[in-house]
């Protein structure tokens, strides 16, 4: 899994980075709101990406570490950075479930939209409970499944088409459960309903001819819960359809 997440987002780098979708959106918003970062806190941003959530907690924050798996999101995400003068990221290498830090050093750890990768995603959040201070917040962003099992299983197959990357999405309701498991309690829950451009997002992941007209298939013949929760509007090029993300934040 982590050769492929390297492989996809490796290739895909700079569209990461100039992602529009990344670079704002509400779960950005969210995240910054419930996090309170302040001023002399040390925080990880983990799976950092193009860098969009360590950028936003870097400017209002002493010090954030940027962790990412793949070298070269890591590469442009440091340029961008430097870009905006942001210089007080510290960009390293890592997996995301096996923190190389020592425990409660953090005042924060966040992660966006990257859980979905992680092949064992209740190991990684007990490692970021294990870095965070006591007291320290915790705050989620991912995307999140339907809560029905097929319809779930289908959008999941439906995303893992676009991204071989795709690890699994679990419903909202499983990643509150992983959260507590970890020992971390939970202060906040919230979903959010993002509607995607569909061309632009299958143009992230350089998606080719044939596979779109999979993808555009499988939008189309959605049924029951599947298609409520996927939603498709329109007709491409103006296609949109609904990605659903998940916001838990909790504390040490
Ligand atoms: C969609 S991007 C994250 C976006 C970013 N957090 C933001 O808010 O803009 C997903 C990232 O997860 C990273 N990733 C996936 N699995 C990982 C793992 N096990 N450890 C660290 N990073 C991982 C990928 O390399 C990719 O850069």
Known sequence: M?????QQFGANAERYVRSAVHARGQSLERMIALAKPQPH??????????????????????????????????KAARAFAREQGVDHISWMQGDGQFLPFATAIFDLVTCRVALHHFSD?????RAWAR????????VLVDNVGPDDRAANAYVNAFEAL????HGWMHPLATLVDFVKQAGLRVTHVERL???MDFAAWMD??????????????MLRSSRGPAREFLNPQGRPPFMTFDLHEGVVAAEA
């Open 204 to 217: 992230r992941m350089n998606v080719d001819a044939e596979t779109r007209e999979h993808l555009e298939e």
């Open 131 to 138: 870095a965070l201070k006591p007291g320290g917040r915790l």
């Open 121 to 125: 995603p209740p190991a990684a959040i």
């Open 162 to 165: 676009r991204d071989p990357s």
């Open 2 to 6: 982590n050769e492929l997440v390297r």
């Open 193 to 195: 309903i993002k509607p």
């Open 41 to 74: 806190w040390l925080a990880l941003d983990v799976a950092s990406g193009g860098g969009h959530s360590a950028l936003a907690i870097a400017r209002r924050t002493r010090r954030v570490v940027a962790l990412d798996i793949t070298g070269p999101m890591l």
